[in-house]
Nanobody, 124 residues
Framework: QVQLVESGGGLVQAGDSLRLSCAASGRTFSSYAMGWFRQAPGKGRDFVAAISWNGGSTYYADSGKGRFTISRDNAKNTVYLQMNSLKPEDTAVYYC?????????????????WGQGTQVTVSS
């Protein structure tokens, strides 16, 4: 069974930075793509960023391009989301997820395992 645990969320001001981490259990972490999604209050869950199994390819939603960076450390079974120049509209619960594929994916149905989420709140 794969377990994902996010951390690093919090309350920040607009323009600040945060780095989210997602630690995965199990020995298969390095074989699969990972992704970050977010869900704002009263809205559906949206794709944020994804990274391929070896970190060689990344993909971002337009909302985070130029501000967010996804990375992974397969030796530590951890994926990260560096978020810079945060805006109030970035406020959401952020989830990491493990895909069933090696190359990055942007749709929820391509992800089998999900973390419990970490709250990010950006004040103006």
């Amino acid at each position: 069974q794969v377990q994902l645990v996010e951390s690093g969320g919090g309350l920040v001001q607009a323009g600040d930075s945060l780095r989210l981490s997602c630690a995965a259990s199990g020995r298969t972490f390095s074989s699969y793509a990972m992704g970050w999604f977010r869900q704002a209050p009263g809205k559906g869950r949206d794709f944020v960023a994804a990274i391929s199994w070896n970190g060689g390819s990344t993909y971002y939603a337009d909302s985070g391009k130029g501000r967010f960076t996804i990375s992974r450390d397969n030796a530590k079974n951890t994926v990260y989301l560096q978020m810079n120049s945060l805006k109030p509209e970035d406020t959401a619960v952020y989830y990491c997820a493990r895909s069933e594929y090696r190359n990055y994916r942007q749709y929820e149905y391509d992800y089998r395992y999900w973390g419990q989420g970490t709250q990010v709140t950006v004040s103006s």
